[in-house]
């Protein structure tokens, strides 16, 4: 099994074991969402340079996101690797603001040049044929028009996906897409119970609905491959969630995601060792400066998921 190695990127250093779905558990402050952002830009530069927007949504989560890509290196330099692929980060503060330039070992390169009047980035040398291939989800979800300096986004091929509802025991929830009173294309939810029905914009849904359509939608994607999900069960009804783990499990693709919540651990391991998906990857991390690793793999993963009452108490 392959290691990502990280070494300066928002002053992490440090390696762990990465498989085709891997679950990050650990404290506050530990490092969960930085590996998950290094990890998103190794895959960014080798497999998917045309998601660029929403893999930006990883560094707008944390607030501001100039401040944000500016900080990810807190040196000059850093360095990301993965299975003899790397990318080299560097930074140059200037008057206007700073320029980042990422350098990958397939010779992809981006360029990013964050400035008190947006956001600029320019892409050299990469596989034209490599559009888009990565999906992010946060404890929130960003409308990407919002931030300062970046292409709005939209939900990707929404019109394509052939399922589009999420049904609970006592409510179904449907996309419907239509026109809004202003003429312009718009996402609503339609909303069915018993009793009663109603709609209205998918931005007025609460934030764990918002975010399990998101997911449904990315994960029918042929062309997203990897996932990069974190803390999945912010704001997310405990039904709702389950399901959501369901179609993660169900649908073979790479999953990346970080939780803090004991319950996700076991209802996640149960449902991929059910379907024997032994290429799961449970990490727990902590870090008092230095990034400190335990890691189950497979089997062994279902097994410690099934009757651990803190991760902390997993260290030796």
């Given at each position: 099994m392959d290691s990502l190695k990280i070494e300066g990127f928002r002053g992490i250093k440090g390696?762990?074991?990465?498989?085709?779905?891997?679950?990050?558990?650990?404290?506050?402050?530990?490092?969960?969402?930085?590996?998950?952002?290094?990890?998103?830009?190794?895959t960014l530069l080798h497999?998917?340079?045309?998601?660029?927007?929403?893999?930006?949504?990883?560094?707008?989560?944390?607030?501001?996101?100039?401040?944000s890509l500016i900080s990810s290196l807190p040196n000059d330099r850093a360095r990301i690797e993965l299975g003899g692929k790397w990318v080299d980060l560097k930074k140059e503060i200037n008057?206007?603001?700073?320029?980042?330039?990422?350098?990958?070992?397939?010779?992809?390169?981006?360029?990013?040049?964050?400035?008190?009047?947006?956001?600029?980035?320019?892409?050299?040398?990469?596989?034209?044929?490599?559009?888009?291939?990565?999906?992010?989800?946060?404890?929130?979800?960003?409308?990407?028009?919002?931030?300062?300096?970046?292409?709005?986004?939209?939900?990707?091929?929404?019109?394509?996906?052939?399922?589009?509802?999420?049904?609970?025991?006592?409510?179904?929830y449907e996309l419907v897409l239509r026109k809004n009173p202003w003429g312009e294309d718009a996402i609503f939810v339609k909303e069915v119970r018993k009793d009663r029905e109603k709609e209205y914009c998918f931005y007025s849904a609460g934030r764990g609905l918002q975010r399990a359509f998101a997911l449904k939608i990315y994960l029918s994607s042929p062309e997203i491959n990897h996932l990069f999900i974190d803390e999945l069960e912010t704001a997310m009804h405990p039904e709702l969630l389950d399901k959501a783990l369901e179609w993660m499990v169900e649908s073979r693709k790479?999953?990346?995601?970080?939780?803090?919540?004991?319950?996700?651990?076991?209802?996640?391991?149960?449902?991929?060792?059910?379907?024997?998906?032994?290429?799961?990857?449970?990490?727990?991390?902590?870090?008092?400066g230095t990034l400190k690793v335990k890691s189950f793999l497979g089997e062994d993963a279902c097994d410690v998921s099934e009757y651990w009452d803190d991760p902390r108490l997993m260290y030796d």
């Amino acid at each position: 099994m392959d290691s990502l190695k990280i070494e300066g990127f928002r002053g992490i250093k440090g390696e762990l074991p990465i498989s085709d779905f891997n679950v990050l558990v650990g404290p506050n402050g530990s490092g969960k969402s930085t590996i998950l952002e290094a990890y998103a830009t190794l895959t960014l530069l080798h497999e998917a340079p045309g998601s660029f927007p929403i893999y930006l949504v990883l560094f707008a989560a944390r607030g501001d996101l100039r401040r944000s890509l500016i900080s990810s290196l807190p040196n000059d330099r850093a360095r990301i690797e993965l299975g003899g692929k790397w990318v080299d980060l560097k930074k140059e503060i200037n008057e206007k603001g700073a320029l980042l330039t990422f350098k990958a070992s397939n010779g992809c390169a981006l360029r990013i040049d964050v400035t008190k009047e947006g956001i600029k980035h320019e892409f050299e040398g990469c596989d034209d044929n490599n559009k888009k291939g990565l999906a992010v989800l946060t404890p929130c979800i960003i409308p990407l028009e919002t931030i300062e300096g970046v292409a709005k986004y939209t939900l990707p091929e929404i019109g394509k996906v052939k399922d589009l509802k999420i049904s609970l025991s006592d409510v179904t929830y449907e996309l419907v897409l239509r026109k809004n009173p202003w003429g312009e294309d718009a996402i609503f939810v339609k909303e069915v119970r018993k009793d009663r029905e109603k709609e209205y914009c998918f931005y007025s849904a609460g934030r764990g609905l918002q975010r399990a359509f998101a997911l449904k939608i990315y994960l029918s994607s042929p062309e997203i491959n990897h996932l990069f999900i974190d803390e999945l069960e912010t704001a997310m009804h405990p039904e709702l969630l389950d399901k959501a783990l369901e179609w993660m499990v169900e649908s073979r693709k790479k999953v990346t995601m970080t939780t803090q919540s004991l319950e996700v651990i076991k209802m996640s391991f149960q449902k991929l060792c059910e379907r024997g998906r032994y290429d799961s990857n449970l990490i727990i991390i902590d870090n008092d400066g230095t990034l400190k690793v335990k890691s189950f793999l497979g089997e062994d993963a279902c097994d410690v998921s099934e009757y651990w009452d803190d991760p902390r108490l997993m260290y030796d």
